[in-house]
């Protein structure tokens, strides 16, 4: 009688769907915080080596125009303005995140995209002018490591534009999520690490590049 009843329960048991997923986060507590300081690290890396490469032949010129044949400083320093501005938007729109404000969220979010493209606009006026009047990156080593370095910070600038609008959308559509909070988060750490790294291009290769 209680042999048959445990292999009744047995057979109860084995009935049962075997599971083999955790119910639990499969992946540690601000796994993806790390994740993104591991992504900004290697960007250092990356901006490093061109600032190293325009250290070395930033004075090459090949009897062409040098910095300060070529740069407008009055218009850079508009640019750098728009992006400065931009961080500070950008933690005005983090300030009403933690007070759970939607709406002022995406305003602030919005004027930051705008300043972010005025920016990016900007440079592309810059490129399209030296192209026209012959400072094609070919023309000399020093032409070639600034197109380069200011090129590839405009790239970031432009991805994390695309980047911000998309957040517009999902935080008007669902509000402040888990998933939200830290996307904003890991933004704010791109768009200010998009900002140290303007100032020493705006120092290092304008400011220094007008010097005889």
Not at 18 to 46: A, V
Not at 175 to 197: A, E, I, K, N, Y
Request: with cysteine; aromatic share 14%; glycine share 8%.
């Amino acid at each position: 009688m209680s042999n048959s009843a445990h292999l009744s329960h047995q057979g109860d048991d084995a009935s049962k769907p075997l599971e083999f997923h955790l119910k639990e986060e499969h992946h540690p507590q601000n796994g993806t915080m790390l994740g993104f300081w591991t992504y900004l690290m290697s960007d250092c890396l990356i901006f490093a080596a061109l600032f190293a490469v325009h250290a070395v032949v930033g004075r090459n010129y090949a009897a062409g125009p040098s910095g300060a044949d070529l740069f407008d400083l009055q218009l850079v320093a508009i640019n750098t303005a728009m992006l400065l501005l931009s961080s500070i938007t950008y933690g005005f729109a983090m300030l009403e995140m933690v007070k759970g404000r939607v709406k002022p969220t995406i305003v602030w979010l919005a004027i930051t995209g705008v300043l972010g493209a005025i920016f990016v606009a900007l440079e592309i006026y810059e490129f399209y002018h030296l192209i026209h009047v012959g400072a094609v990156p070919q023309r000399s080593a020093f032409l070639s490591s600034f197109f380069t370095l200011v090129g590839t910070h405009g790239l970031h600038v432009t991805f994390g534009i695309i980047w911000l609008v998309t957040l517009i959308f999902q935080v008007k559509r669902w509000g402040f999520t888990p998933s939200t909070r830290r996307r904003l988060m890991c933004l704010s750490l791109f768009w200010h690490f998009l900002d140290v790294v303007w100032i020493g291009v705006f120092t290092f290769v304008y400011l220094m590049g007008v010097l005889p």
